[in-house]
């Protein structure tokens, strides 16, 4: 981060700045109060005779060579959370998720037949995905068997510029972050499998399913495509109906509610598919363009009658199935305490029981008809 870039999101004048830090034998405590609080950091970071060990850092998968970039201070401190969380859950949890399929096929053929597999091993049938209502209750459904198989899918909002969502890796405890910003439910979920396809890859990193500019991208793209839409199933989800070859807005929109999937992701596959027509994808984003947006960006999360929705349904939004499924036995059994669980993981002891109870009360019946808000 140069001088100018750190002026810039501090709201400073770089002369300003300069004086402080270069001018002054010590800058001013507001100075270093603000500076802090952009980079996430605690204020005594900057008395220290060397610099700390900082591991907030991902590589940015949206770019050609993926490094690391600058991000802003929402997305830092939703890397942190998500880190916090996964120390905490490796440090005390026993279950782990070491048996997940290892995704490492590159031929198109060979991604095709992973997802299938890997689509079983969750436990995802062609039923699951006809007979839900619509794209938020897939959308659980998934994340839940995907959540059962010890990963942790966990929901935060920042920025939409940093990305759709992040996976940080591990052979045990894998964590998923899903970016509430602007993304319909439909748009989450095809998030939410490529993110998978990162967890399978053993590869951390921060991702935008829809720009698609290395080759990590493209295979876990292909693979969340293969996975939401697998080639044997397109038949029947869209009732043997033959689609236009070449669609327009309408086409696309009622396929897309078919498959339980974004639009975007609905025309990508169905065109890679060859179902629609080459160069499909490429027409409906400039239809779309020409109508006023992308419809998978929405800022609309919930519904209800103008009421918060329960903290309960809002905690289980945020932290998930697996989440309970661990820290509540440990936090029963005295392992963990409810002081400590919050410092990790920011989930307030007010809260904590109630969201363990309702997370245990879900049946399979009653997932079906889930409605979960974001806070």
């Not at 279950?95 to 890997?118: H, K």
């Not at 979920?189 to 290395?214: C, Q, Y």
């Not at 363990?356 to 806070?375: C, H, I, R, W």
């Amino acid at each position: 981060m140069s001088m100018r870039d750190l002026c810039k999101r501090l709201q400073m004048d770089i002369a300003d700045l300069r004086s402080e830090v270069e001018d002054k034998p010590e800058p001013g405590l507001g100075v270093i109060g603000k500076i802090a609080r952009e980079l996430s950091l605690p204020k005594f970071a900057f008395f220290m005779s060397r610099p700390p060990e900082l591991n907030g850092a991902l590589p940015d998968f949206r770019s050609d060579d993926p490094n690391e970039t600058q991000k802003s201070r929402q997305t830092v401190e939703v890397i942190q959370f998500a880190q916090s969380v996964q120390r905490t859950a490796i440090a005390l949890a026993d279950a782990s998720a070491n048996d997940l399929p290892r995704f490492a096929a590159t031929a198109v053929l060979d991604i095709e037949s992973f997802a299938l597999s890997a689509r079983k091993y969750f436990g995802i049938t062609l039923e699951d995905q006809r007979d839900a209502k619509d794209a938020k209750a897939f959308y659980t459904l998934c994340r839940k068997k995907i959540e059962d198989k010890g990963i942790y899918v966990l929901h935060a909002s920042f920025p939409s510029e940093d990305g759709s969502g992040l996976c940080l890796a591990h052979p045990e405890s894998p964590v998923i972050v899903v970016n509430t910003k602007n993304q319909t439910r439909a748009r989450r979920l095809f998030t939410l499998i490529h993110e998978l396809a990162h967890v399978l890859m053993g590869k951390s990193g921060i991702s935008d399913p829809f720009v698609r500019k290395n080759a990590v991208e493209r295979r876990c793209n292909h693979f969340a495509g293969a996975f939401l839409a697998p080639k044997t199933f397109i038949r029947s989800l869209l009732k043997n109906a033959t689609p236009s070859k070449h669609p327009d807005t309408d086409d696309v929109a009622w396929v897309s509610r078919r498959l339980k999937i974004s639009q975007e992701a609905s025309v990508l596959r169905l065109e890679q598919l060859g179902i629609f027509a080459e160069g499909s994808h490429s027409a409906w984003l400039a239809m779309v363009k020409s109508r006023g947006g992308n419809p998978d960006y929405s800022e609309k999360g919930g519904g209800g009658n103008g009421e918060p929705p329960p903290q309960e349904k809002t905690k289980l939004a945020k932290y998930g199935f697996r989440f309970a499924q661990v820290f509540s036995p440990l936090l029963a059994r005295g392992e963990i305490d409810p002081i400590h669980l919050y410092r990790a993981t920011g989930l307030k002891p007010a809260y904590q029981k109630a969201y363990f109870d309702y997370a245990k009360s879900l049946t399979s019946d009653k997932l079906q008809d889930l409605d979960l808000d974001d806070e």
